[in-house]
């Protein structure tokens, strides 16, 4: 299991987007901006749909990130293969480990406890 908390600069920053519509500050890494990183478009050289250019930490962070995922396609394990500088925890209900995907990677745990709890005990039951 993973978390990517990483802003798009495109997102918050004239300097990156000047015609993209602009998110709030509390707006992290927003549902599929994950993508952006995944299919690096950070390291494309050509015009993408929207006008928008990466920061030299968001070309690295697009690197990083998949160096995870060949490793994960090709050995079935994303620590395997290219060095990653963090490992990625197997997810388990007990250590609740998971990979915060940032500028700096870190392992984290209990991804937002509080806010599963709604579904968890007064939807689920549990």
Known sequence: MYVMTQQLKCHHDD???????KKPDFCQ?????????TFGMPLMNGELLTKCKFSSDE????KAWIKYLV??????????GKKVNVKWPLYDLNSKQH????MEMAVDDHLIEE????????????
């Open 29 to 37: 890494c927003d549902h599929e901006d994950d993508i952006v990183f």
């Open 99 to 102: 990979l915060k995907v940032q």
């Open 71 to 80: 490793n994960f396609a090709t050995t079935g394990n994303p620590n395997k």
């Open 15 to 21: 300097e990156y987007a000047v015609s993209m519509k």
């Open 115 to 126: 806010r599963c709890k709604l579904w968890q005990k007064t939807i689920l039951g549990l």
């Open 59 to 62: 070309i690295e962070l697009s």
